[in-house]
């Protein structure tokens, strides 16, 4: 049996572009894709904390160090510049390796300046 599993995220980014007219995707800088483990043309899912949207788009590569989040093609029209959003990318495995693996969690302020990384969530409480 194979399980889908959280591979990486970027959370609490900050959407710097919303472009109608480009071509469909995400553009994430380099240096957040290389962090995280996101690949070029890989699947990610983006879920918006300002608006509730959640939609699947690709990641594509915007120039390292430029700290740019650009929600392209039709998905703009569901992100505008300074929305917080999650961008997640999960990976298949069997129960074995998806018990023994760790996540890459990128975790970034209002400016896209990354704060700090883990490889666990804590445990919510009531």
């Known amino acids: 049996m194979q399980l889908t599993v959280l591979k ?39 879920y918006n904390i300002a608006n509730g949207e959640r939609f699947t788009t690709y990641a594509i590569e915007a120039e390292a160090g430029s700290r740019i989040i650009s929600v392209n093609g039709a998905a703009a029209h569901k992100a505008a510049p300074g929305d917080r959003v999650i961008i997640c990318a999960y990976a298949g495995m069997d129960q074995a390796a998806a018990e023994a693996f760790k996540p890459s969690l990128v975790y970034l302020n209002e400016h896209n300046i990354v704060t700090h990384t883990g490889d666990s969530i804590a445990t919510q409480v009531a």
């Open 8 to 46: 990486c995220k970027l959370h609490r980014a900050c959407v710097t572009h919303a472009e109608l007219d480009y071509e469909g995707s995400c553009a994430i800088d380099r240096e957040f894709m290389d962090l995280a483990g996101i690949l070029p043309y890989e699947q990610i899912q983006i």
